[in-house]
C-alpha cells in the first residue's frame, strides 16, 4: 500500500484574529469618551504685561517722518527729525530715567529702519527700549 504524500496546508484560519480585533475595538470605544484629555492655558499678550509708568512712544510713520507722544505732557505729537531724536529723547530721559521708551512704527516701514531708531536710542543712553504690540493703521 503506497501513501500518498501529505500536502502542506496553505490556508490560514483568520477567524481568531477577526475575533481579537472586535473585542479591542470594543474595548477603545468604551474607554474613549472616559479619557479626559488635558486642557493648554496659552498666555495671551497683555496678561501679564500690566504697564506700570506711561512709557514715552517714538512714532515711526509709514513716510519716514518721526514724532514722540509723552502721554504725561497732553498726549499730542511732537514732530521731531532723526537727528534731533537723540537729543530730545536724552532731555527726556534726564528727568525720568526709569521711564522706558516704546517704538510705534507703521506696518509698511522696514525692519532696518526701526533698528535704526532703536540704535539712536540706545546712543541717547536709553536702556528700556520696547517695540508697541499692536501695529498702526496709519
Not at 64 to 71: A, P, Q
Amino acid at each position: 500500500m503506497a501513501r500518498k504524500p501529505r500536502r502542506a496546508m496553505s490556508q490560514i484560519n483568520v477567524v481568531p484574529y477577526i475575533d481579537v480585533m472586535l473585542v479591542l475595538l470594543v474595548i477603545f470605544m468604551v474607554t474613549a469618551p472616559m479619557i479626559n484629555p488635558g486642557q493648554v492655558d496659552l498666555p495671551s499678550v497683555g496678561q501679564n504685561l500690566a504697564q506700570t509708568q506711561d512709557p514715552v512712544e517714538v512714532i515711526l510713520h509709514q513716510d519716514g517722518k518721526l514724532s514722540i507722544r509723552d502721554s504725561r505732557q497732553g498726549g499730542a505729537e511732537e514732530a521731531v527729525t532723526h537727528d534731533r531724536l537723540a537729543d530730545r529723547m536724552a532731555s527726556l530721559h534726564a528727568t525720568q530715567p526709569d521711564r522706558p521708551v516704546v517704538i510705534a512704527a507703521d506696518r509698511s516701514v522696514r525692519y532696518d529702519e526701526v533698528m535704526q531708531i532703536m540704535d539712536l536710542l540706545k546712543k541717547a543712553a536709553i536702556t528700556r527700549i520696547g517695540l508697541l504690540a499692536r501695529g498702526r493703521s496709519g
